[in-house]
């Protein structure tokens, strides 16, 4: 019996779906699609130029990712933004980076450590001059770089899909919060113990981080403050 891929119809519509899957998440992720918005099917085909059927697995792996509501009867939504649900995102984070930091303490690789330590002077940089911007996306850099570096397959990936809802509230947290000369000091204890191999201290810095992270966003004032994101107006 011949692959499923193999398949004239599903072989065809794999070109498809690799290209409106993408376009659809980054606009979900960019809030370009705001939370709880209706999607409609033939609005999206007509201006993507395409089917029913590679759009209808697209929003089914969308609703895998969480992205994306399915109801009968009703259709496709943008997944609402709840605290319940970004708690939930943020622990996985904290594990997934803490993780992450202990294997990459555990390695020492020397090009590594250049790495994090050229990119927390980006940081620093940032801070210093006020640039929100520059800061949040060193800070990206740093996470991710530590991520990679930890040789990990399966926390790439799981990392990467939980890291698409917490880029949903970036703009807005960015936007209410203060970015602090020393705002890149958060990092320090997280690369002293790579530097030092301490594998237990990495650990350990790393989840406290993404713990006090999860806090300053989860403690504001849950319902206005998350019915402004939802809404995409300016939050309180």
């Keep these: ?25 980054d606009a979900i992720i960019n809030r370009t699609l705001p939370p709880g918005e209706r999607l409609s099917e033939g609005d999206i085909c007509a201006r993507l130029g395409i089917s029913r059927t590679p759009l209808r697995e697209a929003l089914r792996i969308l609703e895998i990712e969480g992205l994306v509501t399915l109801a009968a009867g009703v259709g496709a939504m943008v997944t609402p933004i709840s ?51 520059d800061y949040y996306r060193a800070n990206d850099r740093f996470h991710q770089t530590i991520v990679e570096a930890a040789g990990n397959e399966v926390v790439l990936n799981a990392h990467r899909t939980a890291m698409w809802h917490v880029y949903r509230i970036r703009h807005a947290t960015n936007a209410a919060t203060l970015l602090k000369p020393d705002a890149a000091r958060h990092h320090e204890h997280i690369i002293a113990a790579v530097i030092a191999g301490d594998v237990d201290g990495a650990f350990v810095a790393m989840r406290r981080h993404l713990e006090d992270v999860s806090d300053l966003i989860l403690g504001r004032p849950a319902a206005g403050w998350f019915d402004a994101i939802d809404r995409d107006a300016p939050p309180p």
Excluded: C, K, N, Y
């Design 1 to 25: 019996m011949r692959d499923r891929q193999d398949r004239p119809g599903v072989a065809a519509r794999r070109p498809l779906l690799e290209l409106v899957l993408p376009v659809l998440r």
């Design 83 to 133: 605290p319940p649900d970004l708690h939930d995102r943020f622990e996985l984070l904290a594990g997934l980076e803490a993780i992450a930091a202990a294997r990459v303490a555990g390695r020492r690789d020397p090009a590594t450590i250049r790495q994090i330590l050229a990119i927390q002077r980006d940081m620093e940089s940032a801070s210093r001059q006020g640039s929100q911007e």
